[in-house]
């Protein structure tokens, strides 16, 4: 049969802010042993990339006396980093290509623009005559109908007899007017689509050669790349061969002397780097873990906290929480988390007890299950004291 804690307002919010305050204790020790993996990775990755170098020295110093299984190791090694060397030549041959189709094409663009640009010219040009020709054509006869209607007589009784003919006259440089304005509207249009023509071409012509520009770039250093490669093929795959020989060596193959000796410590460090590695990996899955409940516990406790704050200001009935068992066993779980990751010194050089403990605590202890069934329990039993006000 299930059993409940009961609290009253304000301790369960002291509570939540004690849980809440013991998951950001158990992340700042995470993070002390975080401090340390890396200030440790660090000092083991110089001393394995020292002993790469080493190896290979030794390796390449006597390579007729390795052993037959470590020399079909090397060769496999080899020929597998050949065939990546060949297929990035192959792909860097294919980019190199496309960079150069695009130049070429933005250059091809680029002529065109100007070529168009130059066409318009002329065409603009004699639009903008003819226009300016009419335009002063309608002047001279809007002048010569001016012209007309001053010489015909108002006095005496000119006013009269020629008002018709002023009123034609009138009518017809109206008329004229109009055209010329309409005509002059055009003539700005003209000029417009000149200055709007020249402006967008300037304007691409800028994209196009910064685009040229640097696809040209690029296509020079990866067409360098490529004949880098392609002329120090069967060196660099010799090289990288011996590489990934000592970086993915789990166990030291049967080889006297130095080379022996030498091949065995590069395998203790594989062992001490992956190590390290996998440490690195269960603190970031922890921490993130622990910065989501940490988050989590932050805006419960805020909650509770209104809920109390409404109890204090209109004087409401005292509340109380009873809290499930299962929400107490959960929250309980900090200490003894915080106990398991205290000693980071200890921790720090042991990378693979410190992920084996913390997985099996987490799997147990802090599953996702464990925390939403936690933190509904927990609004539940305060929604049940609330709903007392009611």
Not at 255 to 278: F, I, R, W
Not at 360 to 384: C, N, Q, W, Y
Request: aromatic fraction near 6%; charge should be neutral.
């Amino acid at each position: 049969m299930a059993t409940t804690t009961k609290l009253r307002l304000d301790r369960f919010y002291r509570y939540v802010s004690d849980s809440s305050g013991q998951v950001k204790a158990v992340f700042d020790e995470i993070e002390e042993i975080q401090y340390q993996f890396n200030d440790l990775l660090a000092q083991e990755l110089e001393r394995w990339k020292e002993q790469i170098g080493s190896c290979i020295l030794l390796l390449d110093r006597n390579p007729s006396e390795l052993s037959g299984d470590l020399t079909r190791l090397i060769a496999t090694k080899r020929a597998e980093e050949h065939r990546k060397l060949e297929d990035e030549i192959k792909s860097l041959a294919e980019e190199v290509g496309t960079l150069r189709k695009q130049a070429d094409a933005d250059l091809l663009q680029a002529q065109k623009e100007i070529d168009a640009l130059r066409s318009a010219n002329p065409e603009l040009d004699a639009r903008e005559e003819k226009l300016k020709a009419q335009i002063a054509d309608l002047a001279d006869q809007t002048e010569a109908l001016a012209d007309q209607r001053r010489s015909l007589s108002l006095f005496p009784f000119g006013w009269l007899t020629n008002m018709g003919k002023r009123r034609r006259l009138g009518k017809q440089r109206s008329q004229l007017q109009n055209r010329s304005e309409a005509l002059l509207l055009d003539l700005r249009k003209v000029r417009e689509e000149w200055v709007k023509r020249k402006k967008d071409a300037g304007a691409s012509q800028t994209a196009l050669r910064q685009r040229w520009e640097e696809t040209s770039v690029s296509a020079s250093q990866t067409q360098a790349r490529l004949d880098y490669l392609a002329e120090n093929i069967e060196e660099l795959s010799r090289r990288r061969g011996l590489e990934q020989t000592l970086i993915t060596m789990d166990q030291a193959p049967q080889q006297g002397g130095d080379v022996g000796a030498a091949l065995a410590e590069m395998v203790k460090l594989n062992h001490s780097k992956a190590a390290y590695e996998q440490g690195l990996r269960t603190v970031a899955e922890v921490l993130g873990l622990l910065k989501g409940l940490h988050e989590g516990s932050n805006r419960f406790m805020q909650s509770v906290g209104k809920v109390y704050e409404e109890q204090r200001r209109y004087d409401l009935k005292p509340l109380t929480v009873h809290l499930p068992d299962y929400v107490v066993e959960f929250q309980s779980s900090w200490k003894p988390f915080r106990k398991l990751v205290k000693d980071e010194k200890y921790l720090g050089r042991h990378p693979l007890e410190f992920s084996r403990q913390v997985q099996e605590f987490t799997e147990k202890h802090l599953s996702d299950p464990a925390i939403e069934r936690a933190f509904v329990g927990m609004g539940e039993a305060l929604k049940r004291a609330t709903d007392k006000w009611k």
